[in-house]
């Protein structure tokens, strides 16, 4: 398929995936050897338009493309059953798509532009569990009864029209939160915002010193010391402006907030 060809809504959807990347793969591993008919590629938009129509199964999928000859004509293929779609997902190598991902956000990010230049562009962390087969994913570690795989990701906020997944990292479901802060939290000309789930104290007193700017909720015990009344504008919104520093003891933090 020539996605130059493509005049379609969908076709402006799938417009800036770069193409090159699949035969990069192909030069130095199995992907597609052998493959007739759906190659990567065509899976890959396959899957596409299956997310964006919110398509219930691999039946669903099929029978799309089966009453569909637009499609048809912007795939290269009349039809497709559901147990070659399950097979080419099972062999499918993850990092093809970690690939493509990886290409889009660089796109994005030259493209994007941040919302201030006080702040930079704001960047959220988050993660979500996601429940699986424990039979069939054992190193899923979780709970007795089930597996589990937990998607930590960092998305970009530039402006209101730039949002825009940054970075993936999946694991088992097990590990808290904060065990990738590391791996999400790795530049210091943005602002992270983070939920209660990455609070380190340790962590923020190493990204103070780095000069990384974040927000982050704290726990509804947490010790927060008053150290200094700073001065607020009497026309000012603010009502308080104070220095503090968070925790106690050998938890206690070295770098006041302010």
Not at 133 to 145: G, M, S
Not at 187 to 207: A, F, H, N
């Amino acid at each position: 398929m020539d996605k130059d060809t493509l005049f379609s809504a969908f076709g402006k959807w799938v417009a800036p995936i770069n193409p090159n990347i699949i035969p990069n793969w192909q030069s130095t591993t199995t992907l597609d050897r052998y493959v007739k008919k759906l190659d990567t590629l065509v899976f890959l938009y396959i899957f596409i338009e299956a997310q964006l129509e919110k398509r219930k199964g691999l039946r669903s999928i099929m029978r799309k493309l089966e009453h569909d000859e637009e499609f048809q004509k912007q795939l290269g293929i009349a039809s497709i059953s559901a147990s070659q779609l399950s097979r080419k997902n099972n062999q499918l190598d993850p990092e093809v798509l970690q690939a493509i991902l990886c290409n889009l956000i660089t796109q994005l990010h030259r493209d994007a532009r941040p919302v201030s230049g006080r702040i930079g562009t704001v960047k959220i962390i988050d993660s979500s569990t996601i429940s699986v087969c424990l039979q069939r994913y054992k190193w899923a570690t979780f709970r007795k009864t089930k597996a589990g795989v937990k998607l930590h990701l960092r998305v970009a906020f530039a402006d209101p029209d730039h949002v825009y997944p940054d970075k993936a990292v999946v694991t088992p479901a097990r590990p808290a939160d904060r065990s990738q802060k590391d791996v999400l939290i790795d530049e210091s000309d943005v602002t992270y915002l983070m939920d209660r789930g990455y609070l380190d104290y340790g962590k923020y007193d190493s990204y103070c010193e780095r000069g990384i700017r974040f927000v982050s909720r704290l726990k509804d015990n947490a010790v927060v010391e008053e150290v200094e009344e700073l001065s607020v504008n009497t026309d000012s919104d603010i009502i308080r402006d104070v220095k503090v520093v968070l925790g106690k003891a050998h938890k206690r933090m070295q770098h006041p907030f302010v």
